[in-house]
Nanobody, 121 residues
Framework: QGFLVESGGGSVRPGGSLRLSCAVSGFAVDRYAIKWFRQAPGKEREEVSCISAADGSTRYAESAKGRFTISRDKSENTVYLQMNRLEIEDTAVYYC??????????????WGQGTQVTVSS
């Protein structure tokens, strides 16, 4: 079982950038696939991105492609989500969520506490 601490959320204007961090303890970040989800008010939680443990391959929701980048730093045991060209529609609570598998397919097994991202003009 792991422990997750997300950080990096905040308030930005449209077009701005944020980098979210998910510091992991209890397992190595390349041991499990790790996802980022988000949940906006009144909406269902949706997967934004995932990085596979098998080969570090990544996948993104259509809304995130070309703007967001997921990465991991084994020395820091941290997964990042770099978010550029943020839009008002990106406003949500973002969650780090590992899955006890090498691969991204399937639901997460753990959830972080979430970090708020607010994009407004």
């Amino acid at each position: 079982q792991g422990f997750l601490v997300e950080s990096g959320g905040g308030s930005v204007r449209p077009g701005g950038s944020l980098r979210l961090s998910c510091a992991v303890s209890g397992f190595a970040v390349d041991r499990y696939a790790i996802k980022w989800f988000r949940q906006a008010p009144g909406k269902e939680r949706e997967e934004v991105s995932c990085i596979s443990a098998a080969d570090g391959s990544t996948r993104y929701a259509e809304s995130a492609k070309g703007r967001f980048t997921i990465s991991r730093d084994k020395s820091e045991n941290t997964v990042y989500l770099q978010m550029n060209r943020l839009e008002i529609e990106d406003t949500a609570v973002y969650y780090c969520a590992p899955r006890r598998s090498y691969y991204c397919e399937g639901d997460p097994d753990y959830w972080g506490q979430g970090t708020q991202v607010t994009v407004s003009s």
